[in-house]
């Protein structure tokens, strides 16, 4: 994509994020500029008191680095994600849906331009199939007022009377398939009981580290070839948990029992008019997540960068990571 195209799109996301913003409350935290290209997060917002990531792509891959970079993060930061697109995984998405993976929701851009426009959305995919949520104490309520009994509209519908019970408990999500059964059978009035599925806040979560074990792999893959893995095998030698990134501000994040750090690391390869740009990005999302913003710098640093470095963050050389590592850890000893 061009530069113009580019900023043309950049601009076109930020219109629509505006639109959003004045449409349905939601706080704009942080603009992240950083990584200029093939970054992992664009926005950083907040929805009824929660955080929340966006990411807008024409296209993305869930083998793509920068969904894989997300939903690490997403996981990280224990927060929901959003993705909008027009393709996810080579395919065009549906209208008024929202596509459920973990923490990540995907939605195409008519879809929230719809739902910006106070449209609802109703249908949620998980695992190629298609669900919508239940009301269970309306669908129970209008069950008894057409004077079914639980076997009876079971039957009906083509359903065990003990999935009807989970339906009018809340327990369970029901198929868009037995949704127009439901229909069929109760009429007009069964659209009362389904409830409008939430793009940010309703999601399927597993929990699990899986992710963490797949880095420390890459660690040792990697550890002759980026400085950055040799800096991040320090703190792992004292058993902190850190992740690497490259497609969002901080190279790094080390969560531990009472602190979040964001890392950021000043290569040589910097050049002078990047290294504000990401000291500072390192810093803001840290301070969204009230976490505390860390730059490590090669020991012959210059003093530019030092300078700025020191503006940001807690700033460390390259040598003295050890001595942060041991700080952290008497820190949680606490």
């Known amino acids: 994509m061009t530069n113009k195209y580019y900023n043309m799109y950049e601009r076109l996301n930020q219109e629509l994020l505006n639109e959003l913003a004045r449409g349905k409350d939601i706080k704009v935290l942080h603009n992240v500029t950083y990584p200029p290209d093939r970054r992992a997060l664009d926005y950083v917002v907040e929805y009824e008191s929660k955080k929340a990531l966006i990411k807008f792509s024409k ?108 339906y009018e408990e809340g327990n369970i999500d029901m198929s868009i398939e037995k949704a127009y059964r439901f229909l069929e059978v109760l009429g007009k009035e069964f659209e009362g009981v389904v409830k409008e599925v939430d793009i940010f806040n309703d999601r399927i979560i597993h929990k699990g580290k899986e992710h963490k074990a797949l880095m420390h792999e890459k660690v040792y893959r ?68 009230e976490g505390k913003p860390v730059i490590i710098v090669e020991e012959d640093v210059n003093r530019y960068a030092l300078r700025v470095a020191e503006e940001y963050g807690i700033t460390k050389k390259v040598t003295d990571v050890e001595e942060l590592a041991k700080e952290i850890i008497k820190e949680n000893r606490r």
Request: glycine share 4%; proline share 1%; hydrophobic share 35%.
């Open 59 to 166: 296209a993305i891959s869930s083998r793509s680095k920068i969904y894989q970079e997300l939903k690490r993060l997403s996981e990280e930061l224990e927060v929901n994600s959003l993705i909008v697109a027009d393709k996810f995984n080579d395919r065009e998405l549906l209208y008024d849906i929202v596509y459920i993976r973990n923490r990540i929701g995907i939605i195409s851009r008519i879809t929230l331009r719809h739902y910006i426009s106070n449209g609802k959305v109703f249908i949620y995919e998980y695992n190629g199939m298609f669900y919508v949520k239940i009301d269970g104490k309306r669908l129970k309520a209008l069950r008894e007022r057409k004077g079914y009994r639980i076997h009876e509209l079971a039957s009906m519908t083509g359903i065990t009377a003990k999935t009807l019970r989970e």
């Open 222 to 289: 990697k550890i002759s070839v980026d400085q950055r893995y040799k800096i991040i095998e320090k703190f792992k030698k004292y058993g902190l948990d850190v992740t690497i990134y490259s497609a969002i501000p901080s190279d790094a994040i080390l969560s531990s029992a009472q602190s979040r750090f964001f890392i950021s690391y000043l290569g040589r390869d910097l050049r002078s008019e990047e290294i504000e740009v990401k000291c500072r990005e390192n810093y803001l999302l840290a301070k969204t997540f």
